[in-house]
């Protein structure tokens, strides 16, 4: 059994957490590979330092001092290496970064110093071989993993019986340089050292024990998603659950890798378990017809009248070449019999809508284009939705008996998610309703 296990910020965020890693990681020998993220926030007056980083560039760039920020991270370091009884010469480290910095190293070099130090501290801490990214995940010049090139460079560098920790959110070009993901990449860094060494599990730990059904902040103490399949994540994730990167999937899913998603402040939860098949465990403990519901604001509905549009050929197509020649991606397209509608982030189109409603009107030829802004649209989730006649019914239902008046509906063919636009103002209403009905009450569905 091999486990690759990635720390997020959180969980590395100063020495008493490193003392949980250190906890996890010694309770299971299969944990050999260790990814980190850099140290994230303390608490609420705290910074994460991948934060402080962009920031710093931002000084350098307009030629404002930067010695503060610097400093708040070089202490954050010094505290670590302190109350952990390090021996890492941070000092040099320190020195060295400055000294390129000074040099004008790009943004990625800079901006990956966080993993870099906390690599190197957790690596000490736990006695394990420190591998830096750089020399291990090889990007493409088009920005791609070169997988093949990155398996070779990992091979040849772990030692028999000896862990390994290896900093996340960087790789390098093949001319060295360093290059970085985008936010949060650590998670992908984890996933591509469970795809290379072909890992039993992916253990990605956080701060909150697995994916939650619904967002805390709307639903009150909601429940733990205990299983949950790649394909699922990915649509909650899509309409704005946050807990994995969404680049982070595919790798692990390639070769059918579950990901366990854990709390390092909370160990024995067994948190959330993403695979690709969740049927055998739902065998033996039946899923809710809902997985989870996600959901975000502030999208734009752009409407367009024409008697018969429906049997028009190419109107659709017309309307949509305006929004790709203003290179907006488009949410959904409900159709109607003399209307059609397009669904867009609102901020996406604010700059231009008037300008691509008179496109519109001109290429389509058509009567009318609306625009009604404030919508919500929220995606319920659930691979027990599939093939359940009258699941749609009750959510309607449900919302008809909470006055939610329902503006957009679109369900996938393969039925496992439903996706409903509101009012944004009834947006909170309607993600405890249907929390209310599916989980709460679930015995009467
Ligand atoms: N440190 C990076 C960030 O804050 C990457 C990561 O944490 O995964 O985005």
Redesign the pocket.
């Known amino acids: 059994m091999i486990k690759v296990v990635k720390f997020?910020?959180s969980s590395v965020a100063n020495g008493c957490q490193f003392k949980k890693v250190k906890g996890i990681v010694d309770s299971d020998p299969s944990r050999a590979f260790i990814v980190t993220?850099?140290c994230?926030k303390s608490g609420v007056e705290d910074y994460?330092?991948?934060?402080l980083l962009y920031l710093i560039h931002a000084h350098i760039k307009y030629g404002v001092p930067y010695d503060s920020l610097y400093k708040l991270i070089y202490d954050k370091y010094m505290g670590i290496k302190e109350e952990l009884n390090l021996k890492i010469d941070l000092e040099r480290e320190f020195d060295l970064i400055k000294d390129l910095i000074n040099k004008e190293v790009g943004i990625d070099y800079l901006v990956s110093r966080?993993?870099y130090l906390t690599g190197k501290c957790l690596a000490e801490y736990l006695d394990a071989d420190f591998l830096d990214a750089r020399d291990v995940i090889s990007f493409n010049y088009n920005g791609e993993v070169n997988f093949e090139r990155s398996e070779q460079l990992l091979q040849s560098k772990i030692k028999k019986g000896r862990k390994v920790v290896i900093p996340?959110?960087y790789g390098s070009l093949p001319n060295g340089a360093i290059k970085i993901?985008s936010?949060?990449?650590?998670?992908i860094t984890g996933a591509i050292i469970a795809n290379i060494i072909n890992a039993d599990v992916y253990e990605n730990w956080t701060d909150v024990s697995g994916i939650l059904i619904a967002d805390p902040r709307v639903v009150d103490n909601p429940q733990r998603i205990k299983y949950i399949t790649y394909y699922e994540l990915r649509e909650l994730s899509y309409m704005g659950a946050n807990v994995l990167?969404d680049e982070a999937i595919f790798p692990v899913k390639k070769k059918n890798i579950p990901i366990n998603i854990k709390n390092t402040n909370d160990p024995d939860n067994p948190g959330t378990m993403i695979l690709n098949d969740c049927s055998k465990h739902d065998a033996i403990d039946p899923p809710h017809f809902i997985t989870g519901i996600s959901g975000k604001k502030n999208f734009s509905v752009i409407t367009v009248n024409k008697s018969a549009v429906s049997s028009e050929v190419g109107a659709l197509r017309k309307t949509l070449q305006v929004f790709e020649d203003f290179n907006i991606s488009v949410e959904s397209t409900p159709v109607g019999v003399d209307t059609f509608s397009i669904v867009v982030a609102t901020d996406a189109i604010e700059k231009y809508v008037y300008e691509i409603m008179a496109r519109i009107k001109e290429e389509v030829k058509c009567d009318t284009v609306t625009l009604i802004d404030h919508i919500a649209l929220i995606a319920i989730v659930g691979r027990g939705m599939s093939n359940k006649p009258g699941m749609s019914g009750k959510l309607f239902a449900e919302l008809g008996l909470n006055n939610i008046n329902i503006r957009i509906i679109n369900q996938g063919a393969e039925e496992i998610d439903i996706i409903i636009g509101v009012e944004n103002r009834d947006f909170e209403k309607t993600i405890k309703c249907i929390y209310d009905r599916f989980i709460t009450r679930s015995d009467t569905v």
Do not use: N, P
Request: glycine share 36%; hydrophobic share 20%; net charge negative.
């Open positions: 997020g910020g993220s850099a994230g994460k330092v991948t934060d966080g993993e996340g959110f993901m936010r949060g990449g650590s998670d990167h």
